[in-house]
């Protein structure tokens, strides 16, 4: 994690949380744009198994940009909590 420590000669809490959340949202955003892409059964006639491969793809990046929104959001809790 990255968690620089708020000082007097150093950014302010509200300048180093402040880049994290607009991140969270635009994170958000791009999940909410992506779950609009799920890879839809009626795109693969006959081939369930490519299908299903790549819906497994799709939910992964589902997954790994959570799993940022989630690690930036508690940035700025560590850093709020100082």
Known sequence: ??????NINGTSKDDLINPRL????LI?????????????G?????DTERCLADRQKHY???NALR???IQIF???LAIKGQ
Do not use: V
């Not at 009626?42 to 006959?46: A, E, T």
């Open 42 to 46: 009626r795109d693969y006639p006959g």
């Open 22 to 25: 607009e991140a969270c949202d």
């Open 1 to 6: 994690m990255i968690q620089p420590i708020i």
């Open 28 to 40: 958000m955003d791009a999940i909410e744009a992506l779950r609009n892409a799920t890879p839809n």
């Open 74 to 76: 508690d940035e700025a």
């Open 67 to 69: 799993s940022l929104h």
């Open 60 to 62: 992964d990046r589902l």
